[in-house]
Protein backbone atom coordinates (compact mmCIF):
# COMPACT_ATOMS: atom_id res chain seq x y z
CA UNK A 1 0.00 0.00 0.00
CA UNK A 2 0.67 3.50 0.02
CA UNK A 3 2.83 5.21 3.10
CA UNK A 4 4.87 8.22 3.98
CA UNK A 5 7.40 8.08 6.72
CA UNK A 6 9.06 11.31 7.60
CA UNK A 7 11.69 11.88 10.27
CA UNK A 8 10.40 12.49 14.21
CA UNK A 9 11.19 15.80 16.03
CA UNK A 10 11.46 18.39 16.99
CA UNK A 11 13.83 19.68 14.83
CA UNK A 12 15.43 22.71 16.98
CA UNK A 13 18.06 25.07 14.61
CA UNK A 14 19.72 28.69 15.23
CA UNK A 15 18.51 31.02 12.89
CA UNK A 16 19.64 31.06 9.14
CA UNK A 17 21.03 27.53 10.13
CA UNK A 18 20.31 25.04 7.43
CA UNK A 19 17.14 22.81 7.50
CA UNK A 20 16.81 19.13 6.13
CA UNK A 21 13.59 16.90 6.97
CA UNK A 22 13.80 13.61 5.59
CA UNK A 23 10.08 12.21 3.74
CA UNK A 24 10.18 8.82 2.24
CA UNK A 25 7.63 7.03 0.64
CA UNK A 26 5.77 3.83 -0.18
CA UNK A 27 3.65 3.65 -3.29
CA UNK A 28 2.17 1.86 -6.08
CA UNK A 29 2.07 3.75 -9.77
CA UNK A 30 3.83 6.89 -9.91
CA UNK A 31 2.60 9.08 -7.32
CA UNK A 32 2.51 12.82 -6.52
CA UNK A 33 4.38 14.32 -3.46
CA UNK A 34 3.58 17.12 -1.42
CA UNK A 35 5.08 19.45 1.41
CA UNK A 36 2.12 21.06 3.76
CA UNK A 37 3.27 23.45 6.78
CA UNK A 38 0.87 23.96 10.01
CA UNK A 39 1.85 27.40 11.55
CA UNK A 40 0.62 27.80 15.23
CA UNK A 41 -2.70 27.99 15.43
CA UNK A 42 -3.93 27.72 11.56
CA UNK A 43 -4.71 25.20 8.88
CA UNK A 44 -2.36 23.41 6.96
CA UNK A 45 -1.46 25.02 3.72
CA UNK A 46 0.51 23.58 0.42
CA UNK A 47 4.13 24.61 0.57
CA UNK A 48 4.82 22.98 -2.48
CA UNK A 49 4.25 19.82 -4.55
CA UNK A 50 5.98 17.92 -7.46
CA UNK A 51 4.11 15.29 -9.70
CA UNK A 52 7.03 13.40 -11.66
CA UNK A 53 10.49 11.86 -10.89
CA UNK A 54 12.84 14.39 -10.69
CA UNK A 55 10.90 17.45 -10.40
CA UNK A 56 12.02 19.86 -7.93
CA UNK A 57 9.29 21.77 -6.07
CA UNK A 58 10.16 25.31 -4.52
CA UNK A 59 8.35 28.18 -2.73
CA UNK A 60 9.71 30.94 -0.29
CA UNK A 61 13.31 29.79 0.14
CA UNK A 62 12.22 25.54 0.62
CA UNK A 63 12.89 22.78 -2.36
CA UNK A 64 12.28 19.63 -2.69
CA UNK A 65 13.42 16.98 -5.56
CA UNK A 66 11.19 14.01 -6.61
CA UNK A 67 13.57 10.95 -6.22
CA UNK A 68 12.23 7.78 -7.51
CA UNK A 69 15.39 5.70 -7.05
CA UNK A 70 15.62 6.45 -3.14
CA UNK A 71 11.58 7.04 -2.97
CA UNK A 72 12.63 10.22 -1.18
CA UNK A 73 11.17 13.67 -1.07
CA UNK A 74 13.50 15.85 1.51
CA UNK A 75 12.60 19.09 2.22
CA UNK A 76 15.64 21.48 2.58
CA UNK A 77 16.11 25.42 2.99
CA UNK A 78 19.49 27.02 2.97
CA UNK A 79 18.70 29.47 5.87
CA UNK A 80 15.59 29.12 8.10
CA UNK A 81 14.27 32.33 9.77
CA UNK A 82 12.13 32.54 13.35
CA UNK A 83 9.07 32.76 11.15
CA UNK A 84 9.83 29.03 9.91
CA UNK A 85 8.53 27.35 13.59
CA UNK A 86 5.67 25.22 12.41
CA UNK A 87 4.96 21.62 11.84
CA UNK A 88 6.02 20.31 8.32
CA UNK A 89 3.72 17.09 6.90
CA UNK A 90 4.90 15.00 3.78
CA UNK A 91 2.14 13.87 1.86
CA UNK A 92 1.44 11.74 -1.76
CA UNK A 93 -1.64 11.55 -3.71
CA UNK A 94 -2.00 8.33 -6.14
CA UNK A 95 -1.62 9.20 -9.93
CA UNK A 96 -5.34 9.89 -10.12
CA UNK A 97 -5.60 12.21 -7.37
CA UNK A 98 -8.21 9.78 -5.76
CA UNK A 99 -6.28 9.37 -2.14
CA UNK A 100 -4.34 11.07 -0.19
CA UNK A 101 -1.49 9.80 2.46
CA UNK A 102 -0.06 12.09 4.90
CA UNK A 103 3.49 11.44 7.34
CA UNK A 104 2.97 12.14 11.18
CA UNK A 105 4.58 15.82 10.82
CA UNK A 106 8.18 16.75 11.76
CA UNK A 107 8.05 20.24 14.36
CA UNK A 108 10.63 22.83 13.70
CA UNK A 109 11.64 25.10 16.17
CA UNK A 110 13.98 28.06 15.00
CA UNK A 111 15.18 30.40 17.82
CA UNK A 112 16.48 33.40 17.32
CA UNK B 1 -11.39 35.41 0.14
CA UNK B 2 -12.93 33.78 3.00
CA UNK B 3 -10.73 30.34 3.41
CA UNK B 4 -12.47 27.23 4.55
CA UNK B 5 -14.59 28.07 7.74
CA UNK B 6 -14.62 25.44 10.45
CA UNK B 7 -17.04 25.16 13.97
CA UNK B 8 -16.87 24.98 16.64
CA UNK B 9 -13.00 25.64 17.16
CA UNK B 10 -13.78 23.34 20.32
CA UNK B 11 -16.02 20.89 21.90
CA UNK B 12 -16.01 19.06 25.04
CA UNK B 13 -18.58 16.10 25.33
CA UNK B 14 -19.07 13.30 27.74
CA UNK B 15 -18.97 10.04 25.70
CA UNK B 16 -22.27 8.34 24.34
CA UNK B 17 -22.98 12.06 23.40
CA UNK B 18 -23.83 13.34 20.21
CA UNK B 19 -21.56 15.76 18.28
CA UNK B 20 -21.60 17.51 15.08
CA UNK B 21 -18.86 19.07 12.94
CA UNK B 22 -19.69 22.32 10.35
CA UNK B 23 -17.49 23.41 7.47
CA UNK B 24 -18.40 25.56 4.86
CA UNK B 25 -15.92 25.09 1.98
CA UNK B 26 -14.40 27.99 -0.34
CA UNK B 27 -17.14 29.41 -2.75
CA UNK B 28 -16.65 27.25 -6.06
CA UNK B 29 -14.85 24.72 -4.79
CA UNK B 30 -16.43 21.42 -5.57
CA UNK B 31 -14.41 18.89 -4.27
CA UNK B 32 -14.77 18.56 0.01
CA UNK B 33 -12.69 16.63 2.47
CA UNK B 34 -12.83 15.61 5.94
CA UNK B 35 -9.45 14.15 7.67
CA UNK B 36 -9.32 12.94 10.69
CA UNK B 37 -6.19 14.13 12.82
CA UNK B 38 -4.75 12.21 15.93
CA UNK B 39 -2.42 14.12 18.48
CA UNK B 40 0.93 13.72 17.00
CA UNK B 41 -0.16 12.22 13.67
CA UNK B 42 -0.85 13.43 9.85
CA UNK B 43 -4.16 14.08 8.55
CA UNK B 44 -6.24 10.27 7.62
CA UNK B 45 -8.65 10.52 4.73
CA UNK B 46 -12.13 10.40 6.68
CA UNK B 47 -14.69 11.34 3.30
CA UNK B 48 -14.42 13.35 -0.02
CA UNK B 49 -17.58 14.91 -1.97
CA UNK B 50 -17.01 15.37 -5.52
CA UNK B 51 -20.19 18.46 -5.36
CA UNK B 52 -22.62 16.76 -3.21
CA UNK B 53 -22.00 12.87 -3.78
CA UNK B 54 -19.34 10.81 -1.07
CA UNK B 55 -17.07 9.19 -3.95
CA UNK B 56 -14.88 8.04 -1.13
CA UNK B 57 -16.24 6.89 2.25
CA UNK B 58 -13.82 3.67 2.56
CA UNK B 59 -12.83 5.44 5.56
CA UNK B 60 -15.03 6.80 7.39
CA UNK B 61 -16.82 4.34 10.75
CA UNK B 62 -20.31 4.03 9.70
CA UNK B 63 -21.66 2.58 12.75
CA UNK B 64 -21.10 5.89 14.13
CA UNK B 65 -19.79 8.92 11.95
CA UNK B 66 -22.06 9.96 9.21
CA UNK B 67 -21.67 12.81 6.76
CA UNK B 68 -23.86 15.28 4.59
CA UNK B 69 -23.37 17.85 1.69
CA UNK B 70 -26.18 19.04 0.57
CA UNK B 71 -26.70 21.08 -2.34
CA UNK B 72 -22.94 20.29 -2.74
CA UNK B 73 -21.71 23.29 -0.71
CA UNK B 74 -21.35 23.35 3.38
CA UNK B 75 -20.96 20.40 4.94
CA UNK B 76 -21.46 18.26 8.63
CA UNK B 77 -19.78 15.71 9.91
CA UNK B 78 -21.54 13.54 12.78
CA UNK B 79 -20.63 11.17 15.38
CA UNK B 80 -22.79 9.30 17.34
CA UNK B 81 -22.58 7.94 19.78
CA UNK B 82 -18.85 9.58 20.52
CA UNK B 83 -16.40 7.18 22.18
CA UNK B 84 -13.41 8.64 24.30
CA UNK B 85 -11.47 7.11 21.29
CA UNK B 86 -12.68 9.58 19.38
CA UNK B 87 -11.02 12.76 20.91
CA UNK B 88 -8.66 13.79 17.77
CA UNK B 89 -8.78 17.14 15.62
CA UNK B 90 -11.30 16.85 12.88
CA UNK B 91 -10.29 19.11 9.38
CA UNK B 92 -12.46 19.50 6.61
CA UNK B 93 -10.47 20.60 3.64
CA UNK B 94 -11.86 22.06 0.02
CA UNK B 95 -10.52 22.33 -3.04
CA UNK B 96 -11.92 23.46 -7.10
CA UNK B 97 -11.49 19.56 -7.93
CA UNK B 98 -9.72 16.57 -6.64
CA UNK B 99 -6.62 17.30 -8.77
CA UNK B 100 -6.09 20.69 -7.20
CA UNK B 101 -4.60 22.34 -4.11
CA UNK B 102 -6.33 21.28 -1.37
CA UNK B 103 -7.22 24.73 1.30
CA UNK B 104 -7.68 23.43 4.53
CA UNK B 105 -9.94 24.78 7.75
CA UNK B 106 -8.51 26.08 11.02
CA UNK B 107 -10.34 22.57 12.13
CA UNK B 108 -12.61 21.40 15.30
CA UNK B 109 -11.20 20.02 18.65
CA UNK B 110 -13.03 17.39 19.96
CA UNK B 111 -12.65 16.12 23.23
CA UNK B 112 -14.35 12.83 24.97
CA UNK B 113 -15.09 12.97 28.60
Known amino acids: GNSVTQMEGPVTLSEEAFLTINCTYTATGYPSLFWYVQYPGEGLQLLLK?????DKGSNKGFEATYRKETTSFHLEKGSVQVSDSAVYFC???????????FGSGTKLNVKP | EAGVVQSPRYKIIEKKQPVAFWCNPISGHNTLYWYLQNLGQGPELLIR????????DSQLPKDRFSAERLKGVDSTLKIQPAELGDSAVYLC???????????FGPGTRLTVL
Open chain 2, 49 to 56: YENEEAVD
Open chain 1, 50 to 54: ATKAD
Open chain 2, 93 to 103: ASSLDRKDTQY
Open chain 1, 91 to 101: ALSDRNFNKFY
